[in-house]
Protein backbone atom coordinates (compact mmCIF):
# COMPACT_ATOMS: atom_id res chain seq x y z
CA UNK A 1 0.00 0.00 0.00
CA UNK A 2 2.61 1.99 1.21
CA UNK A 3 4.60 1.64 -2.71
CA UNK A 4 1.58 2.05 -4.12
CA UNK A 5 0.81 5.49 -2.11
CA UNK A 6 4.36 6.71 -2.88
CA UNK A 7 4.14 6.16 -7.05
CA UNK A 8 0.71 8.12 -7.02
CA UNK A 9 2.80 11.29 -5.20
CA UNK A 10 5.62 10.46 -7.66
CA UNK A 11 3.78 10.48 -10.28
CA UNK A 12 1.53 13.64 -9.60
CA UNK A 13 5.06 15.45 -9.00
CA UNK A 14 6.44 14.71 -12.40
CA UNK A 15 2.98 16.02 -14.00
CA UNK A 16 3.06 18.96 -12.49
CA UNK A 17 6.89 19.42 -13.55
CA UNK A 18 6.66 18.59 -17.23
CA UNK A 19 3.13 20.92 -16.63
CA UNK A 20 5.57 23.99 -15.67
CA UNK A 21 8.00 23.41 -17.76
CA UNK A 22 5.56 22.89 -20.88
CA UNK A 23 4.22 26.07 -19.77
CA UNK A 24 7.56 28.15 -19.40
CA UNK A 25 8.56 26.90 -23.22
CA UNK A 26 4.64 27.76 -24.05
CA UNK A 27 5.04 31.52 -22.87
CA UNK A 28 8.83 32.07 -23.78
CA UNK A 29 9.24 35.64 -25.54
CA UNK A 30 11.80 35.16 -28.30
CA UNK A 31 14.94 37.67 -28.16
CA UNK A 32 15.38 39.44 -31.38
CA UNK A 33 18.72 40.15 -32.40
CA UNK A 34 19.64 43.81 -32.08
CA UNK A 35 22.22 46.59 -32.97
CA UNK A 36 23.68 50.06 -31.89
CA UNK A 37 22.69 52.80 -34.34
CA UNK A 38 24.22 56.14 -33.12
CA UNK A 39 23.30 58.98 -35.84
CA UNK A 40 24.43 62.36 -35.39
CA UNK A 41 23.41 65.80 -36.89
CA UNK A 42 25.92 68.05 -38.32
CA UNK A 43 23.75 69.33 -41.09
CA UNK A 44 23.91 73.18 -41.58
CA UNK A 45 20.85 74.91 -41.68
CA UNK A 46 18.47 72.30 -39.90
CA UNK A 47 16.29 72.38 -37.06
CA UNK A 48 15.95 68.43 -36.46
CA UNK A 49 15.51 65.42 -38.12
CA UNK A 50 14.02 61.53 -37.42
CA UNK A 51 14.79 58.58 -37.66
CA UNK A 52 11.93 55.96 -39.26
CA UNK A 53 9.46 55.48 -37.07
CA UNK A 54 11.59 56.55 -33.98
CA UNK A 55 9.40 59.54 -32.44
CA UNK A 56 12.96 60.77 -30.65
CA UNK A 57 13.91 64.18 -32.77
CA UNK A 58 17.47 64.78 -33.21
CA UNK A 59 18.40 68.38 -33.40
CA UNK A 60 21.15 70.16 -35.23
CA UNK A 61 24.76 69.06 -33.46
CA UNK A 62 23.36 66.64 -31.39
CA UNK A 63 23.44 62.89 -31.83
CA UNK A 64 20.82 59.72 -30.60
CA UNK A 65 22.37 56.43 -29.52
CA UNK A 66 19.28 53.96 -30.97
CA UNK A 67 18.63 50.58 -30.55
CA UNK A 68 17.58 48.57 -33.92
CA UNK A 69 16.78 45.44 -35.02
CA UNK A 70 19.27 43.71 -37.14
CA UNK A 71 19.16 42.52 -40.37
CA UNK A 72 17.99 44.14 -43.42
CA UNK A 73 15.93 47.73 -42.79
CA UNK A 74 15.45 50.56 -44.72
CA UNK A 75 17.60 53.53 -43.13
CA UNK A 76 15.13 56.79 -43.71
CA UNK A 77 16.28 59.89 -42.15
CA UNK A 78 14.10 62.68 -42.34
CA UNK A 79 13.32 66.76 -41.29
CA UNK A 80 10.90 66.81 -38.88
CA UNK A 81 7.29 67.64 -40.18
CA UNK A 82 8.32 66.47 -43.72
CA UNK A 83 8.70 62.34 -44.07
CA UNK A 84 8.40 62.92 -47.59
CA UNK A 85 11.68 64.49 -48.59
CA UNK A 86 14.09 62.86 -46.59
CA UNK A 87 17.44 63.86 -46.22
CA UNK A 88 19.18 60.41 -46.41
CA UNK A 89 18.00 57.43 -47.33
CA UNK A 90 19.45 53.84 -47.57
CA UNK A 91 16.70 51.03 -48.31
CA UNK A 92 18.86 47.70 -47.96
CA UNK A 93 20.48 49.04 -44.54
CA UNK A 94 22.19 45.75 -43.23
CA UNK A 95 22.75 45.81 -39.73
CA UNK A 96 24.42 42.63 -37.67
CA UNK A 97 23.23 41.17 -34.48
CA UNK A 98 25.00 42.98 -31.92
CA UNK A 99 26.45 45.38 -34.80
CA UNK A 100 27.90 48.98 -33.73
CA UNK A 101 27.03 51.34 -36.25
CA UNK A 102 27.89 55.40 -36.92
CA UNK A 103 25.63 57.32 -39.24
CA UNK A 104 26.66 61.30 -39.88
CA UNK A 105 24.67 63.60 -41.34
CA UNK A 106 26.14 66.76 -43.32
CA UNK A 107 25.86 69.34 -45.82
CA UNK A 108 23.18 72.20 -46.06
CA UNK A 109 19.48 71.93 -45.54
CA UNK A 110 17.27 71.16 -47.11
CA UNK A 111 18.69 69.89 -50.81
CA UNK A 112 22.58 70.18 -50.21
CA UNK A 113 22.55 66.78 -47.24
CA UNK A 114 24.53 63.98 -48.04
CA UNK A 115 25.82 60.90 -45.34
CA UNK A 116 28.24 58.23 -44.61
CA UNK A 117 27.52 54.81 -42.65
CA UNK A 118 30.26 53.59 -40.60
CA UNK A 119 30.20 49.89 -38.90
CA UNK A 120 32.16 51.06 -35.90
CA UNK A 121 34.92 48.85 -34.39
CA UNK A 122 35.01 50.21 -30.56
CA UNK A 123 37.65 49.65 -28.98
CA UNK A 124 38.14 47.77 -25.32
CA UNK A 125 39.77 49.71 -22.95
CA UNK A 126 41.64 47.44 -20.17
CA UNK A 127 43.63 50.20 -18.80
CA UNK A 128 43.02 53.41 -18.08
CA UNK A 129 42.80 55.12 -21.68
CA UNK A 130 40.31 56.26 -24.01
CA UNK A 131 39.25 56.42 -27.46
CA UNK A 132 39.07 59.23 -29.77
CA UNK A 133 37.80 59.71 -33.37
CA UNK A 134 37.28 62.67 -35.50
CA UNK A 135 35.62 63.66 -38.50
CA UNK A 136 34.88 66.07 -40.91
CA UNK A 137 31.54 67.60 -41.41
CA UNK A 138 32.15 71.53 -42.48
CA UNK A 139 31.11 70.99 -45.56
CA UNK A 140 33.20 73.73 -47.63
CA UNK A 141 36.56 73.40 -45.18
CA UNK A 142 39.81 73.01 -46.27
CA UNK A 143 41.77 70.37 -45.78
CA UNK A 144 42.48 70.29 -41.64
CA UNK A 145 45.55 69.97 -39.45
CA UNK A 146 44.66 68.57 -35.77
CA UNK A 147 46.68 69.16 -33.24
CA UNK A 148 46.76 69.03 -29.27
CA UNK A 149 47.52 72.49 -27.46
CA UNK A 150 50.17 70.73 -25.21
CA UNK A 151 52.18 70.02 -29.27
CA UNK A 152 50.90 72.57 -31.67
CA UNK A 153 53.32 71.61 -34.08
CA UNK A 154 52.64 67.87 -34.16
CA UNK A 155 49.68 66.55 -35.75
CA UNK A 156 47.76 63.80 -34.95
CA UNK A 157 45.46 64.43 -37.85
CA UNK A 158 47.13 65.56 -41.48
CA UNK A 159 44.93 67.03 -44.23
CA UNK A 160 41.37 65.71 -42.69
CA UNK A 161 38.70 66.68 -45.98
CA UNK A 162 35.33 66.85 -45.51
CA UNK A 163 33.67 63.54 -44.65
CA UNK A 164 37.12 61.92 -44.16
CA UNK A 165 37.26 60.50 -40.36
CA UNK A 166 39.75 58.88 -38.37
CA UNK A 167 39.97 55.24 -36.59
CA UNK A 168 39.94 55.57 -32.81
CA UNK A 169 43.39 56.55 -31.60
CA UNK A 170 43.99 55.67 -27.73
CA UNK A 171 45.13 58.32 -25.61
CA UNK A 172 46.24 57.73 -21.74
CA UNK A 173 43.44 58.70 -19.43
CA UNK A 174 45.38 58.69 -16.09
CA UNK A 175 45.01 61.49 -12.98
CA UNK A 176 47.85 63.15 -14.89
CA UNK A 177 45.43 63.03 -17.76
CA UNK A 178 41.91 64.59 -16.75
CA UNK A 179 41.97 66.78 -20.22
CA UNK A 180 43.42 67.26 -23.62
CA UNK A 181 42.61 70.36 -26.08
CA UNK A 182 41.98 68.90 -29.69
CA UNK A 183 42.93 72.30 -31.99
CA UNK A 184 42.06 71.97 -35.25
CA UNK A 185 44.15 74.33 -38.15
CA UNK A 186 43.84 75.31 -41.60
CA UNK A 187 46.37 72.79 -43.25
CA UNK A 188 47.48 75.06 -45.13
CA UNK A 189 48.84 77.41 -43.15
CA UNK A 190 48.62 75.78 -39.38
CA UNK A 191 46.33 78.95 -38.33
CA UNK A 192 44.31 77.69 -35.74
CA UNK A 193 40.90 77.73 -36.59
CA UNK A 194 38.95 76.45 -33.60
CA UNK A 195 39.18 74.17 -30.37
CA UNK A 196 37.59 71.41 -27.62
CA UNK A 197 38.58 70.68 -24.17
CA UNK A 198 37.91 66.87 -23.96
CA UNK A 199 37.47 65.93 -20.38
CA UNK A 200 39.03 62.80 -20.85
CA UNK A 201 36.38 59.91 -21.45
CA UNK A 202 38.47 57.45 -19.34
CA UNK A 203 37.49 53.80 -20.67
CA UNK A 204 35.20 55.45 -22.89
CA UNK A 205 35.27 56.04 -26.83
CA UNK A 206 34.56 59.54 -28.53
CA UNK A 207 34.04 61.39 -32.26
CA UNK A 208 35.03 64.79 -32.43
CA UNK A 209 33.12 66.38 -34.97
CA UNK A 210 34.10 69.62 -36.84
CA UNK A 211 30.91 71.02 -37.65
CA UNK A 212 29.76 74.34 -39.58
CA UNK A 213 30.56 76.32 -42.56
CA UNK A 214 34.55 77.25 -42.74
CA UNK A 215 35.42 80.94 -42.41
CA UNK A 216 31.70 81.49 -40.40
CA UNK A 217 30.96 81.60 -36.34
CA UNK A 218 29.04 78.39 -37.00
CA UNK A 219 32.26 76.59 -37.53
CA UNK A 220 33.74 74.47 -34.33
CA UNK A 221 33.47 71.00 -33.08
CA UNK A 222 31.23 69.22 -31.04
CA UNK A 223 31.39 65.35 -28.82
CA UNK A 224 29.58 62.66 -29.90
CA UNK A 225 30.03 59.38 -26.93
CA UNK A 226 30.24 56.03 -28.57
CA UNK A 227 28.72 52.68 -27.43
CA UNK A 228 28.70 49.15 -27.90
Same mark, same amino acid.
Given at each position: ? +?????SIISGCIFITLAT???????????????????????????????VGNIVLPIFIYDY??????????????????????????????????????????????????????????????????????????????????????????????????????????????????????????????????????????????????????????????? +?? +????
Open positions: M +RNFIHFFFSCKKDAIPVRPVASLTVTNAIVGSVSFRAQLSIIAGESDLYVWPAGDSAHPYFQQPKFYAENRGVYSVFLAGQAPNNVTGIVLQDNIPYHTDSTCGVRIINCSPNSQPLNITLSTSPMVNEVSNLTYLQHTDFKLYPAKAANTSYVFQVRNAADNTLLGSIALQTPRFANVTLVIKGMFGTSSFGIF +RV +RNDR
